[in-house]
């Protein structure tokens, strides 16, 4: 894994030779820096502009890939004429899109029930509450004491195991989170796909490549799909040797000045 700025000249190299660039990021730990609650994660205004300065490119084709729903992130946002995918690609919103995975809208009775079983034991903890997403939900401590995390983590354990037994849902864990999917095999990667053969149908995005930028463990499904020559994988957050990402930038800001390059490219 390299660090992108130290090898900005490859990188652009390869960046200027394709037709066409689909230019894909995660929002909350890489747009904007992870935040306490994620009501607080707002876009900045000088990252808005640049992402709104890319929109008016032909060059490139612009989405964001979210854990939120999909109409959270698209409100958070705020760009029209761009690719949203909420609660880790189950929904995909865009030019020539609407999808919605069956297998999650059918689970949705589970996550209500499992939604509501959350609220009531958790209701004790200080800092802990549950984000239900439609699709999918998540359980957030990152406001919890320290010495009550593991208390968090037995309630989880606790609620979802008849669940996970009987193969109606899938968990996983993030920053601070611990998350709630339906049972289907679908991912982030999935709708990086989907992203991709939409674009590269489209008058002057044949042979298109991609560029995805990530911060977690959700991200890595993406990254594992975008090897050369699809495109160019980005982890936001210092070097991770663990990552399947080829490059990494250290924070939000960097991406920001990755966006101003971008910019300045074509």
Not at 116 to 131: K, M, N, P, R, T
Not at 138 to 156: G, M, P, Q
Not at 245 to 260: C, I
């Amino acid at each position: 894994m390299e660090h992108l700025f130290e090898s900005w000249q490859a990188f652009s190299s390869d960046i200027r030779a394709a037709s066409h660039i689909l230019l894909l990021s995660d929002y909350d730990g890489t747009l904007t820096p992870i935040v306490s609650r994620p009501e607080e994660a707002f876009l900045s205004p000088q990252v808005k502009e640049k992402l709104l300065n890319l929109v008016k490119n032909s060059f490139f084709s612009l989405g964001v890939i979210s854990g939120r729903s999909l109409s959270e992130v698209r409100t958070l946002v705020g760009i029209e004429g761009i690719y949203y995918a909420g609660n880790h690609g189950l929904e995909i919103e865009g030019p020539g899109i609407s999808y919605i995975n069956p297998e999650a809208r059918e689970a949705r009775a589970e996550m209500e029930d499992l939604a509501q079983q959350f609220s009531a034991e958790l209701a004790d903890i200080e800092g802990a509450f549950v984000e239900d997403k439609g699709l999918s939900l998540s359980v957030h401590y990152r406001l919890v004491k320290k010495n009550e995390e593991r208390e968090v983590a037995e309630i989880f354990r606790q609620i979802t195991a008849s669940f996970l037994s009987e193969g109606k849902i899938r968990t996983n864990s993030a920053k601070k989170v611990w998350e709630v999917r339906p049972p289907t095999d679908w991912n982030e990667g999935n709708a990086v796909e989907t992203i991709l053969n939409e674009v590269i149908t489209v008058p002057g995005g044949e042979g298109g490549s991609v560029i995805y930028l990530g911060d977690d463990t959700t991200d890595e499904d993406v990254f594992r799909f975008i090897q050369r020559p699809k495109g160019w994988s980005i982890f936001v957050g210092g070097e991770n040797p663990s990552s399947n990402a080829e490059y990494y930038l250290k924070s939000p800001s960097e991406v920001e000045t990755f966006l101003s390059r971008l910019l300045e490219m074509k």
